[in-house]
């Protein structure tokens, strides 16, 4: 291969994921949009339950990103079962990250977002939006994971395609939901929880759609979820546990940082949230 043509197959891999970063980023902003129209409680609110949030999701991609180091070594090796069985091994851990993820949240939400704000009405709101949201965690860690996989095989279109529709049902749904346009009720924060759960499964049901009918290696039926060699299982753990804590400390860093700044009310959270937003479109190009 010429240096040229390297280049040009750089390009083509780089260009879609720097534009998902991108999209990603912009779904925040949109939320941000809709939801500060509510007030300072209610972005407040989003604000602080999306860093929550964040510990769980950002662990995904850790867990994610290590078992990707194998898919893309037995992709290499034309090793289509150990592309199998690594992939499981990410199924696996993410799943269990998620059950016990989802248990705590489920049952004691507002004993987590206490430790992160007192102020009773944001509180309200936050619980709120995270008992919907944590609905959507089936279909997020199997987009991160689906997404990843693919990524690591060269195929970084369609994860920016899947992004791009959701960001597209998101921000309708937004306006719908959120300020009860069309006839529906308006919901506030609720309908934003609402809006990115049918957003997330919309991403996945793309995803997996192309994934069953393209027949990519990696992909794996669910009832063989549980057949991984046990060497394998160990070493993708050992790369996933130093990523995952590294996510789980950054996350939990963001979450803390929002909680520092929230004893100085809602506008503060507020403000902060919509400067990250804005930030972060700048980081995401980088």
């Known amino acids: 291969m010429t240096t040229k043509e390297f280049y040009r197959e750089y390009i083509k891999i780089v260009i879609p994921l720097m534009f998902q970063g991108l999209v990603t980023t912009l779904v925040a902003m949109v939320d941000n949009l809709m939801v ?5 409680l209610a972005i407040a609110a989003v604000a602080m339950s999306n860093r929550i949030l964040g510990i769980v999701l950002f662990t995904l991609f850790g867990i994610a990103a290590a078992s990707s180091v194998f898919i893309a070594q ?6 289509k079962e150990m592309q199998k069985e690594a992939f499981r091994t990410s199924l696996i851990l993410s799943s269990g990250l998620v059950f016990v993820s989802f248990l ?7 004993t987590v977002v206490h430790f992160f704000v007192q102020d009773i009405e944001i509180e309200r709101l936050a619980v709120a939006y995270i008992r919907i949201m944590i ?3 089936v279909p997020y860690l199997l987009t991160i994971n689906y997404g990843t996989a693919l990524k690591v095989v060269g195929q970084v279109r369609l994860p920016l395609v899947a992004s791009l529709s959701g960001v597209v049902l998101n921000t309708c749904l937004n306006y719908v939901l959120i300020f009860g346009n069309f006839g529906f009720s308006a919901m506030g924060v609720e309908g934003a929880a609402i809006a990115t759960v049918f957003a997330r ?3 996945f049901g793309i995803i997996y759609y192309v994934v069953y009918t393209t027949g990519f290696d990696f992909n794996t039926k669910f009832k063989d979820i549980f057949k991984v060699d046990r060497a394998l299982f160990k070493d993708v753990c050992y790369k996933a546990i130093p990523l995952a804590v590294n996510e789980i400390i950054w996350a939990f860093g963001q979450a803390t940082i929002l909680k520092l700044y929230g004893v100085r009310g809602s506008n503060v959270i507020a403000a902060l ?14």
Do not use: C, K, W
């Open 201 to 203: 499964l919309l991403e």
């Open 104 to 110: 705590v949240l489920l049952l004691i939400p507002e």
């Open 74 to 79: 037995f992709y290499g090796a034309r090793d």
């Open 273 to 286: 949230s919509i400067s990250d937003t804005t930030t972060s479109i700048f980081y995401s190009i980088t």
């Open 36 to 40: 500060g129209q509510l007030g300072d």
């Open 135 to 137: 609905l959507g965690f």
